[in-house]
């Protein structure tokens, strides 16, 4: 095999690679606890997208009591911490990286 060849295989393995970041990085997955009163539904990558909460999940001697607009507003205000948290995590492992690797960006790395 000569370097045109390998080169070529390297350019199509970076293709597929690429291309299952993408699909992955579409991909949404759903998790439930306690029966269905709280579901998270994440990305491929890990990132954080939203949270579901059922009304016996606050309330679960009377759900009846519990307004929909409290569940979204608690529903909101989780969803931002995690996702405030997530970036704190991401831009703290990228400031580390950098200062392993003197500032050098190594594709794939982050």
């Known amino acids: 095999m000569n370097i ?7 350019q ?4 597929r690679l690429q291309d299952a ?17 709280v579901n998270v539904i994440c990305d491929g990558q890990g990132k954080f997208k939203s949270i579901k909460l059922s009304a016996s999940a606050l309330n679960p001697e009377n759900p009846d009591s519990v307004d929909a607009d409290t569940i979204e507003m608690l529903e909101d205000l989780i969803t931002t911490a995690m996702n405030q948290a997530t970036q704190q ?5 990228q400031a580390k990286m950098k200062s392993l690797t003197g500032g050098i960006n190594i594709p794939g790395l982050f």
């Open 12 to 15: 199509q393995m970076q293709k």
């Open 4 to 10: 045109a060849q390998m080169m070529k295989q390297a």
């Open 89 to 93: 995590a991401t831009n703290a492992m």
């Open 21 to 37: 970041q993408t699909e992955l990085a579409n991909t949404e997955f759903s998790a439930d606890a306690g029966n269905g009163a």
